[in-house]
């Protein structure tokens, strides 16, 4: 299993460079839209059909609206845009909160500024709220009693199983080829901004890929678990040439662990119709 997923990294990350590197020649990335696309692009085949991919904003049960977010991976199964695009006309795509596994923010390159306005962008996504699921929650309707389960009285079950996986994916370096440098901005911009709402991950392609982590402050100890309200702390994997391969692997890893289903899918119907003014509800008959 390891040598067959050791191979599947080679892969991805070689045949990655190669398009990344075409296209850097083709279209130089004087937009950020040809490096967006060229990576949903690139990913698509690698992902389990569940996964939607897309631009655009998210909203949640409150209408809080994040800004328009890069490349967002949602569940396509079970959701559907909000508002979407017409005949794949141009415009942006609207979903709820409950259906994001994860956001990610792409740069061409890694300067000060675009880091600063990545991290900000993924701040303001993180004011977004949504219900805890719990390692109990089976569907959105469906939840395991602690009381039928042999377990110690004293177990809990209150790690949040969807938590956003949100972060950064930047083609080039450039003002953070030594990844300190990053955790020097992070550590900078988490005194205004909360250290909670900064970046899950960030990849840089080629160099290397920061992730949160948990460290045990007796042991020293690093565990790496998709319970991201965990986690303290950040490793930088030197991974190089299989960085891409590795985001993958990632993002692969924490959406297969992750429950979207807190809430019933989608928004309660009853609760819509209820509060619309110019709807009314009509013609009630008993019939039991």
């Not at 997923?5 to 398009?19: T, Y």
């Not at 296209?23 to 698509?44: I, Q, T, V, Y």
């Not at 994860?102 to 991290?119: F, H, M, N, P, Y």
Request: net charge negative; proline share 5%.
């Amino acid at each position: 299993m390891n040598v067959v997923r050791r191979k599947g990294v080679e892969k991805i990350s070689a045949l990655l460079d190669l398009e990344l590197n075409y296209s850097h020649a083709k279209h130089n990335f004087e937009l950020g839209l040809p490096l967006e696309d060229s990576l949903k692009h690139f990913f698509r085949p690698y992902f389990p059909s569940r996964y939607g991919f897309s631009s655009g904003y998210i909203v949640d049960d409150t209408d809080t609206v994040s800004n328009q977010t890069d490349w967002l991976i949602y569940d396509s199964h079970n959701f559907s845009p909000l508002l979407a695009k017409i005949h794949g006309s141009e415009g942006a795509e609207w979903f709820p909160f409950d259906s994001v596994y994860g956001c990610v923010e792409v740069k061409r390159t890694l300067t000060i500024s675009a880091l600063e306005e990545a991290i900000k962008q993924i701040a303001n996504t993180r004011k977004l709220r949504r219900e805890p699921t719990n390692l109990l929650q089976v569907s959105p309707y469906i939840r395991i009693p602690e009381k039928v389960l042999h377990v110690s009285p004293d177990a809990t079950f209150h790690e949040v199983c969807n938590s956003l996986y949100i972060g950064i994916y930047a083609f080039l370096p450039g003002d953070y080829s030594d990844p300190n440098d990053i955790y020097n901005k992070i550590e900078e911009m988490a005194d205004n901004l909360g250290q909670e709402n900064m970046p899950d991950f960030i990849a840089v392609h080629g160099h290397y890929y920061i992730r949160k982590a948990i460290r045990d402050k007796a042991s020293g100890k690093l565990t790496i678990n998709p319970f991201m309200e965990q986690a303290n702390t950040y490793i930088t994997v030197d991974c190089h040439k299989l960085t891409a391969g590795v985001f993958y692997t990632d993002l692969i890893y924490q959406f297969s662990n992750t429950n979207l289903s807190a809430l019933r899918i989608q928004s309660d119907l009853g609760a819509f119709l209820q509060s619309e003014e110019d709807i009314k509800i009509s013609g009630v008959s008993e019939y039991a």
